[in-house]
């Protein structure tokens, strides 16, 4: 059981400010995903929890205990890393008992903790073998018992799928997400780049950006209602479709008039909102469709991705204008180099101002 809360939490080498301002409260069992683009500080932030980097500025408490001049060792955190740093010459079992005989526990404690990992962790008919003769997801398995064993209060995972290939993604995915099942008291952080670990993992999303939180929530409050159009455009992949414009008409609904001279009307109400404001009108690729009406968007398809189930469109730039890309249900391939029309239902549009949604004014 752990609650997590960090307050005003800064970090800077020198004059350089690599975080700064990061509040969050982190709920006891909650599974949360740190994410963003390189170089924004999720790593930083997680090694700050840990204890492995200095808070410059700021609090961060577990169970309402100040954290910040404790010791790694005295904080009740086991950490995952990316590499399975394995000792090579030892086996499984050795590997995960291995932090329970420096701490100098019974030799039954030991036993009971490490059998009880392996079980959780499907490891029972490998703990004899040395870590040459198991896959690269059994190791990362065995790195996360020895977490497991500890019995902490806080786990957290540095990247732990990265070194892995895609199916071995796949399977540890669900083995993680299996594992959480199972300790459902367990609070975890855990740190990726890849937005399915972070979609299908975590109970709250904590994206990253400029040194700074820009939106936390649930993976499908991020994905239905982003704040901001970063969050829009780093969640989802194909990204979120933006296209200039102004609004047209004010009310419950929103009328929008595009550059590119198409129309839309959007389900957000805007009565304290001027006429021929401009607005980033944003539509994912799978909300957008053929047509039926005055379309929102006509272009020429440059190129088609066929991957079975859906078809990705590319749509020649128009001008300055980011390409547009459209996702849609079945095989299309006979598209490429056709103009086709799209429009999108009103409730799946978004508006943006200033880099801000409509949504939260």
């Known amino acids: 059981m752990a609650e997590l809360k960090l307050s005003n939490v800064a970090k800077a080498y020198g004059d350089v400010k690599v975080l700064k301002d990061i509040n969050l409260d982190i709920k006891t069992g909650e599974l949360i995903v740190f994410v963003g683009p390189s170089g924004c500080g999720k790593s930083t932030l997680l090694r700050m929890i840990a204890g492995l980097e200095r808070i410059t500025g700021g609090d961060f408490t577990i169970d309402g205990v100040r954290m910040n001049d404790v010791p790694p060792a005295q904080r009740g955190i086991a950490m995952v890393f990316q590499s399975y740093a394995l000792y090579p010459h030892m086996t499984v079992r050795q590997n995960m008992e291995f932090a329970l005989k420096i701490a100098k526990k019974s030799a039954a404690e030991i036993n009971a903790a490490v059998e009880k990992a392996a079980r959780i962790l499907q490891l029972t008919p490998y703990l004899e073998r040395l870590p040459k003769a198991l896959s690269g997801g059994q190791r990362q398995r065995v790195a996360i018992g020895r977490a497991i064993v500890r019995d902490p209060k806080v786990y957290l995972f540095d990247e732990p799928l990265s070194n892995l290939d895609a199916?071995?993604?796949?399977?540890?995915?669900?083995?993680?997400?299996?594992?959480?099942?199972?300790?459902?008291?367990?609070?975890?952080i855990y740190v990726t780049h890849d937005q399915v670990e972070a979609m299908t993992l975590a109970s709250r999303i904590v994206v990253l950006a400029g040194g700074g939180i820009s939106q936390v929530g649930t993976p499908l409050d991020l994905y239905q209602r982003p704040e901001n159009e970063f969050v829009a455009q780093f969640i989802g992949s194909p990204a979120m479709n933006l296209m200039p414009g102004e609004i047209t008409a004010t009310g419950a609904q929103t009328r929008i008039r595009l550059a590119n001279g198409g129309e839309a009307l959007a389900d957000i109400p805007t009565t304290s909102v001027d006429l021929g404001l401009k607005v980033n009108l944003g539509v994912r690729p799978e909300d957008l469709v053929p047509s039926t009406g005055i379309p929102l968007f006509t272009g020429q398809v440059e190129i088609t991705e066929a991957l079975g189930e859906v078809t990705l469109l590319y749509f020649a730039r128009q001008g300055e204008a980011a390409q547009v890309v459209a996702k849609l249900p079945g095989i299309h391939s006979g598209l490429r180099h056709s103009t086709v029309s799209l429009s999108a239902d009103p409730s799946k549009i978004h508006l943006f101002h200033s880099g801000r949604s409509l949504l939260y004014r």
């Open 167 to 188: 199916a071995l993604r796949v399977a540890t995915r669900i083995e993680i997400a299996q594992l959480k099942e199972a300790m459902p008291d367990s609070t975890m």
